[in-house]
């Protein structure tokens, strides 16, 4: 009725930040992703003419240190799905805000995904004449996410992403603890940037390091509509794993002052 369609609008003029806040989750897994899987499909495409394995860690390193700088103020900067879990779990981000926040993220790493085929589109098409192939010599789904090594077995690749994400959330930790020796203000996302490009010179040879189910299976999604098939998830349990069992992880340090100190004000 009127009344409850004149409450809904007064809720939402009242509560602009919410709203803002999940269109800054959306832009800034959008930015990242696009400007990361660029710089691989760049390096790729033109068959390491542009590009190599650094360019392509320091270009997705830096493509998140500017997504950190731009949703810090409103979101904290945790453009990764994990990192929002962790939020829950300690207590600092209600649970019912955690699926329109991954949501969010989704959306913005499958937009940004697509935006990257429909800039290098005619590059794909020259690269692979006109196949999309998940595996073989003219292959670049792995342009999008992130795919073992053959040589991998399940329970190393499960291992890999295990690692790499609790390294990952506990170096951030550690970055944000205001009883370490603190990250001089506003250099905080520069580091995170620096720790990226280490995770994946050093454990990224395995599986690709991805560390985020939103950053793999956003785009994954997006390359199984686009054309290259269901075949793209055929490995997915491997990547996102690691993730996935950061919640027992955090239950262990949930008390931690240093965990909840890095997470921020209560939402």
């Known amino acids: 009725d009127s009344y409850r369609i004149t409450k809904v609008g007064k809720d939402f003029q009242d509560h602009p930040v919410q709203s803002s806040t999940y269109h800054q989750y959306f832009c800034n897994k959008l930015c990242p992703l696009a400007l990361g899987c660029g710089c691989v499909g760049q390096a790729v495409l033109s068959r390491g003419a542009h590009g190599g394995t650094m360019t392509i860690s320091v270009g997705f390193a830096m493509a998140v240190t500017i997504a950190v700088y731009v949703s810090g103020g409103i979101s904290g900067g945790h453009i990764n799905p994990a990192v929002s879990l962790a939020m829950c779990v300690a207590g600092r981000l209600k649970w019912t805000k955690l699926p329109i926040y991954i949501l969010a993220q989704l959306l913005g790493a499958f937009v940004g995904a697509a935006a990257v ?135 262990h340090i949930q008390q931690s002052k240093s965990l909840t100190s890095c997470l921020g004000a209560k939402e």
């Open 117 to 251: 085929f429909g800039i290098y589109h005619d590059a794909f098409m020259e690269y692979s004449n006109g196949t999309l192939e998940v595996t073989g010599p003219y292959a670049t789904a792995h342009i999008f996410a992130t795919y073992p090594a053959p040589y991998l077995s399940l329970i190393n690749g499960f291992a890999d992403q295990v690692m790499s994400t609790a390294v990952l959330l506990l170096v951030i930790f550690a970055i944000f603890d205001t009883r370490n020796n603190r990250v001089p203000k506003g250099l905080e996302p520069v580091v995170v940037g620096l720790l990226i490009i280490v995770l994946t010179c050093s454990l990224g040879m395995n599986s690709g390091c991805a560390m985020n189910p939103a950053r793999d299976l956003g785009p994954r999604l997006f390359t199984a509509i686009a054309g290259w098939g269901m075949e793209v998830f055929t490995e997915i349990v491997r990547d996102l794993g690691g993730p996935l069992l950061l919640a027992s992880y955090c239950r």
